[in-house]
């Protein structure tokens, strides 16, 4: 079952909230013959690449499977790049990879138990028979019981937890089904707006399509961060209006960039001289690196800061 975006935080009544998590999605089942198989989003088996999950789920009670999300913690903090590490790591490696980077599963949805199909179920309930199966069988780490909530309050306090790489709530309706692939579930995304100079951008100087966002290290050297969202056609206006062409020895001059967090593909890009602050809007999810993972929202520019105004690069780490 997947959900569909919302701009509100605010729980809506009749509904329970849950954190959302910046891990990665997987049905984890203990079938009747005791079976055990771990599957993705897409349908891609996740058994080998993941021996302490697989492992622990051989203890599940035969005919029980679970909706969660892998995570990984490092230095206090959820590490998405550490799963992707993960995830084509058989055999030997998969072993060593889960000794230096053990996976937990959050389970937050039941969906059969004693090979009994729960999926026409409510919600509620299916809830209810989750806790009880972490409770009946002390089931501990790897396991992770998704916190649920009904109180607002709750919700309020779990939109604090960005430091540690949280990303927002998830909303679900307390009588609603399960039905696969359908977005009955919704989804809002922390967000808060922070600074980055424009270092490049696809489409041209004078028409922009979206801007290559950049912020100084600690030498001083502009390194990437991240990539907006196609710009609307003021923001295009505002920045081609003031776009400047790189010059000779603009600190990305060779550089390639990737279309998108993990992907193969490469943009077309023009070098812009690295003067122009935007305000961008930006989610929690970042990489190692301290880059945004997830496209961020060109907001505004803001001709009233200049460069040494804009957060130096890892601000955002928490």
Known sequence: ?????????????????????????????????????????????????????????????????????????????????????????????????????????????????????????????????????????????????????????????????????????????????????WRGWRKYRSRHSTEALIGAVTGTLSAPVTALLGRLDAGGQLQYVGRTTVLHTAARQALGARLRDGHADHPWTGWSFSAGWGSQDQLDVRLADPVIVAEVAVDVSLDSAGRWRHPVRLLRVRTDLAASDVPPLGTDKG
């Open 1 to 181: 079952m997947l959900a569909t975006p919302t701009e509100d935080p605010v729980l809506p009544a009749g509904h329970a909230a849950e954190p959302k998590w910046d891990g990665f999605r997987a049905l984890v089942g203990c079938w009747a013959d005791g079976h055990v198989q771990i599957r993705s989003r897409s349908g891609g088996d996740l058994t080998a690449a993941f021996p302490e999950i697989a492992i622990a789920a051989a203890g599940l009670p035969a005919g029980t499977a679970l909706d969660g999300e892998f995570v990984i913690w490092e230095h206090d903090r959820l590490a998405f790049e550490r799963l992707q590490q993960r995830l084509h790591r058989r055999g030997s490696t998969a072993a060593r990879a889960a000794a230096q980077w053990p996976a937990h599963y959050v389970a937050f949805d039941l969906l059969r138990l004693d090979a009994v199909d729960l999926t026409a179920t409510a919600y509620r309930d299916r809830r209810a028979a989750l806790e009880a199966l972490f409770a009946n069988h002390g089931l501990q780490a790897p396991w992770a019981l998704c916190p649920a909530t009904t109180d607002p309050r709750q919700t309020a306090e779990w939109l604090s937890w960005t430091a540690v790489g949280m990303e927002g709530l998830v909303f679900k309706r307390l009588d609603q089904t399960y039905r696969p692939g």
